[in-house]
């Protein structure tokens, strides 16, 4: 099974502020992975897909980079609609893992 | 407008069964292939389950393989997860989420809609 691992566990920040999300596959899963955004009470959200692609309908302030095995997802200017916990997520190999989630809480 | 609904989840003592049910609507559900994601009180998200379109090819996590059986009712637009010999570590919120397929051969992959969550607790 492929492990994610999720950084930081926690980030803090203000409104305006560029975020920087950090996702790590314990082997590689090329370009395979995608990040979600959920907010309390609500299902996930897909944002990113096959490590660069926007989902449709989101932003552009939120990008996704990497391959490999090290991924980012970056919001360039936070929104306060974007305080929420993010996960990465690999279709590289089954089963399907999520990371343990990144949550972006205001500073 | 692409909804998806489930149902079927509450209390049920250890050991216990109990099916879950999905309702699809807004796409062509027998094109798409479909999934079941869960998640416990307080934690992260957890792949349990995802079926083919066509259902004849199924995936489980090692979790609940043996357990758990997921199916699909093609003429109903309808996905169901049967949840046998439960003990309180499945007590989540489960998801139906439907895999985005970004490509023909890729029909397994992301997840670009879920519906609003289930809850079964596992409890006596």
């Known amino acids: 099974e492929i492990v994610l691992t999720q950084s930081p566990a926690t980030l803090s920040l203000s409104p305006g502020e560029r975020a920087t999300l950090s996702c790590r596959a314990s082997r590689s899963v090329s370009s395979y992975l995608a990040w979600y955004q959920q907010k309390p009470g609500q299902a996930p959200r897909l944002l990113i897909y096959e490590a660069s692609n926007r989902a449709t309908g989101i932003p552009a302030r939120f990008s996704g980079s990497g391959s490999g095995t090290d991924f980012t997802l970056t919001i360039s200017s936070l929104e306060p609609e974007d305080f929420a916990v993010y996960y990465c997520?690999?279709?590289?190999?089954?089963?399907?893992?999520f990371g343990p989630g990144t949550k972006v809480d205001i500073k | 407008e692409v909804q998806l609904v489930e149902s079927g989840g509450g209390l049920v003592q250890p050991g216990g069964s109990l099916r879950l049910s999905c309702a699809a609507s807004?796409?062509?559900?027998?094109?798409?292939?479909m999934s079941w994601v869960r998640q416990a009180p307080g934690k992260g998200l957890e792949w349990v389950s995802a079926i083919s379109s066509s259902g004849g090819s199924t995936y489980y996590a090692d979790s609940v393989k043996g357990r758990f059986t997921i199916s699909r009712d093609n003429s109903k637009s309808t996905l169901y997860l049967q949840m046998n010999s439960l003990r309180a570590d499945d007590t989540a919120v489960y998801y139906c989420?439907?895999?985005?397929?970004?490509?023909?051969?890729?029909?397994?992959?992301?997840?670009?809609?879920w519906g609003q969550g289930t809850l079964v607790t596992v409890s006596s």
């Open positions: 807004g796409f062509t559900f027998s094109s798409s292939a």
């Open positions: 997520q690999q279709r590289s190999n089954w089963p399907f893992t």
């Open positions: 989420a439907k895999f985005k397929g970004v490509n023909t051969v890729t029909t397994m992959d992301y997840f670009d809609y």
